[in-house]
């Protein structure tokens, strides 16, 4: 039971542990290990699995790698996630002979920024054989030689590492020498041949071994060197080193030529016996293009530059050989120093541009990152910007600098900034380097159409033209494209029972405002409307104006009277007294004019009267009065015509007629209207004469007329008639009306009698009468071949018309 609880307890606990690193992203080291020469686009690992980074959101976090060096050994996949080969990784390239090889570099991923330090260690494989310095190796050994004595053969190179690297050596099967294999303090391996059996030069002065290195490989790979031992008489010493290790350091910058250490051995023989040479016994071919050796001085000199970024130290072995093979060896180590000979490089990692106005302050808006390949102080940087921008850099993860904003940016004030982001180490002297990034500002739709005004006034004349441009209004929008472009509209609104767009219209384009109707003075003083300017953002935003529109008046209006008041049936008397003075009121015209303004200014004048000098009227005030005082001479009936005109332009006039009795005596008034009752019934009793003369008149020329038809009718040849007449059908005129026939003729003599509607004039036409055989379109009939009938209403010469 007890074993059940802790089981599950730790699976609960190992459930926790996986849910929180899916929540909270890691940011610890990754370590992976893969062999070198792997072929390119191989997977070195599942970063994203071993990240715990959601690969919905992968690409869209830039993730990338930042190498130190020059190379790019790795990539990011950005649709997979995998980390994979992009360059050719060879170890004994990247790291010589040490015995761990490792590449460090930085993994990056945005929004949220993290970084996260990956170390791919590099195996070795077994790509390299063992390689002898010389393809052959020429000794000189005195028959004298003792059994035992040693020498020293040229060590073999193998640029593998661990158990690919030499592992041992062998030699040929001989009867005179054996071989002693001996391991050095980096764990590399070199051989000695040992005299077993003393050599006689008068039996065999030559001999011929073959070496044979080999390395602990899979299976193991081996190289060879031929050695040739001439049988001398006498060299019994070997060449003595002052130093087992020499150790010296150089700076990166040292000149070509320059002396880096100078080895030094010695012989205790004499003649060619001591005769010391020098010579590489050991060393890798990037340390060979860099070093060269004086054979007879041991002088280690630069023939090419150094650069501490690449490698930091070399490790040499240097050989001595007298003048009859013995050898000797040493160890050369070089380190390189550091010195401040690079300035910082800039790398814009990432850049949002456009960047929206919109975003807050503090918002990033670049990654920048400042790689400097030197050590200590003189790797150390630091970056600032000008302080004339809302930017500011805040240092983020080594040597990485976030490109923030210190304010909200405003497109409309702002739309681009260049920045100049400066770079500087501490080394001494410091080194320093700049780089320029534009920021372009993106638009959104954070500003509305704003009119030039507050409010406009427009002024229109009344009777205008419908389309009449009445004003324009103007909006500007600061925004660019379509967030600036302004589209103008009437906001929708009534006037009385209309809506506003009846009477206003406005071009959305130009923002210029139309009539949409003919106005008229006397019914609209003005008009207010709002107008919209709106922008095509997303979403639109929108202000609003007021525009007013007055209207002007224009003389299009009459006087109009209102006193005396115009009666069709009777005639409006005034009474002077006969005793009136000079000044006496008489009467008054008042009179109105729908115009206003100086279009409404009415003046009076007296235009005609039936004695000029007795009455006189107010121009401005209308009221007649009398100019002299009346007399018994003076008319008793007396009649006045009115203008009354206006001030406009040009000006209206209207008249009207003041009739006036002078007289005390009510009687004479009565008498008056009653004789003027009179007068217009004997007028009328005329007119109705007149009318009644003219009637009879005008029927007996129709007696007359209609006599002389029948007479003309009577002179016919009767063969003409006494067949039945077929009278075609006619087409009345629109304004004529049909009468039937007049009754009084005989059937063979039939005339179609037309009469106007209307009431006031009447006209008479004769038809001509028609045989089944004879029809003439002159309206004439033929008799014989001479003889013509005219029935127009005349007779032919010589005839007469009778009934």
């Given amino acids: 039971m007890e074993f059940k609880t802790t089981a599950v307890f730790w699976i609960l606990l190992e459930i926790f542990l996986l849910l929180v690193a899916g929540f909270y992203p890691s940011f610890g080291d990754i370590r992976y290990s893969i062999p070198e020469e792997m072929r390119r686009g191989s997977v070195i690992g599942k970063i ?29 996949n950005q649709q997979s996630g995998d980390l994979v080969v992009n360059e050719r990784l060879d170890r004994e390239e990247l790291c010589g002979q040490k015995p761990s090889c490792t590449l460090t570099f930085d993994f990056f991923m945005e929004n949220p920024l993290e970084l996260h330090r990956i170390t791919l260690e590099i195996q070795d494989i077994n790509d390299n054989v063992p390689i002898f310095p010389h393809n052959e190796i020429h000794l000189e050994i005195g028959e004298s030689a003792d059994k035992g004595e040693r020498f020293s053969v040229d060590e073999a190179l193998d640029p593998d590492s661990g158990v690919n690297s030499v592992q041992g050596y062998t030699l040929s099967v001989n009867e005179h020498f054996s071989l002693a294999v001996h391991t050095n303090a980096d764990a590399s391996k070199y051989a000695e041949i040992i005299l077993e059996n003393e050599l006689d030069r008068e039996k065999q002065d030559h001999h011929s071994l073959i070496v044979t290195a080999y390395d602990g490989g899979n299976p193991p790979k081996s190289g060879t060197v031929m050695i040739h031992v001439r049988v001398l008489d006498a060299n019994d010493n070997k060449p003595v080193f002052t130093q087992n290790v020499y150790k010296v350091s150089v700076p990166e910058n040292a000149p070509l030529d320059t002396v880096v250490v100078s080895v030094s051995a010695a012989d205790a023989d004499e003649g060619l016996n001591a005769d010391v040479t020098y010579e590489f016994s050991h060393i890798s071919m990037r340390a060979k293009s860099i070093f060269s050796i004086d054979q007879k001085t041991g002088e280690i000199k630069l023939k090419g530059p150094m650069d501490f970024e690449d490698t930091s130290s070399y490790e040499i072995r240097v050989k001595a050989k007298d003048g009859a093979g013995q050898a000797a060896s040493c160890k050369v180590i070089v380190d390189v120093t550091d010195i401040n000979d690079n300035a910082p490089v800039i790398f814009i990692k990432s850049l949002k541009t456009p960047f929206p106005e919109n975003e807050p302050s503090g918002s990033e808006v670049a990654v920048i990152y400042v790689q400097d390949k030197d050590t200590e102080s003189s790797g150390k940087v630091k ?8 930017f500011k850099l805040s240092p983020s993860i080594k040597n990485h600098f976030s490109l923030i904003t210190t304010e909200k940016l405003d497109r409309e004030k702002v739309s681009e900034y260049n920045i100049t982001i400066t770079a500087a180490d501490e080394g001494s002297p410091p080194l320093t380097s700049s780089k320029s990034l534009r920021v372009s500002v993106g638009d959104v739709n954070d500003n509305p159409p704003l009119f030039e005004k507050q409010s406009y006034s427009a002024y229109l004349t009344e009777n205008n033209k419908p389309g009449s441009t009445i004003c324009s209004v103007t909006a500007r929008d600061p ?3 379509q967030n600036g472009s302004v589209f103008y509209s009437v906001v929708p609104s009534e006037m009385g029972e209309a809506s506003v767009s009846s009477f206003l219209s406005i071009n959305g384009d130009t923002g210029v405002i139309s009539a949409a109707r003919t106005f008229d003075y006397e019914r609209f003083r003005d008009l207010t409307v709002q107008v919209m300017a709106r922008d095509n953002g997303s979403p639109a935003l929108s202000s609003n104006v007021t525009v007013r529109v007055f209207l002007t008046d224009e003389n299009d209006n009459s006087p109009q009277i209102l006193y005396p008041a115009p009666q069709e049936n009777s005639i409006m008397t005034e009474v002077v007294p006969k005793g009136a003075l000079s000044g006496s009121l008489v009467s008054k015209v008042i009179a109105v004019d729908a115009d206003s303004g100086q279009n409404a200014w009415l003046s009076y004048s007296i235009v005609k009267a039936t004695d000029a000098g007795l009455f006189t009227i107010g121009v401005h005030s209308g009221e007649i009065r009398t100019q002299r005082d009346i007399s018994e001479s003076d008319l008793m009936k007396q009649s006045l015509i009115i203008a009354v005109r206006d001030n406009g332009q040009p000006s209206l006039s209207t008249t009207c007629a003041v009739h006036l009795v002078i007289s005390d005596n009510p009687a004479e008034i009565t008498d008056l209207k009653f004789a003027n009752h009179q007068q217009d019934n004997s007028r009328l009793t005329l007119y109705l004469i007149i009318a009644l003369v003219s009637v009879s008149t005008f029927f007996l020329t129709f007696i007359i007329l209609i006599i002389a038809a029948r007479f003309c009718q009577r002179k016919k040849p009767r063969l003409l008639f006494d067949a039945t007449v077929a009278i ?24 179609d009698t037309y009469l106007t509607t209307g009431s006031r004039t009447s006209d008479f036409k004769f038809l001509t009468s028609y045989n089944e055989n004879t029809l003439l379109a002159d309206h004439t009939l033929k008799r014989g071949s001479n003889d013509i009938i005219n029935l127009s209403g005349e007779c032919p010469s010589g005839e007469s018309s009778e009934l």
């Avoid at 699995?49 to 990338?64: A, C, H």
């Avoid at 970056?383 to 809302?390: G, S, V």
């Avoid at 087409?731 to 005989?746: F, I």
């Fill in 383 to 390: 970056c600032f910007i000008q302080q004339n921008t809302p």
């Fill in 479 to 481: 925004d660019w494209r």
């Fill in 48 to 76: 994203i699995k071993d990240l715990g980074v959601n690969i919905k959101t992968f690409e869209s976090r830039n993730p990338r790698i930042e190498f130190e060096g020059r190379t790019r050994y790795c990539d990011i």
């Fill in 728 to 751: 075609p059908s006619t087409h009345l005129p629109p304004t004529y009306a049909e009468m039937e026939g007049a009754g009084t003729l005989r059937s063979s003599y039939n005339y």
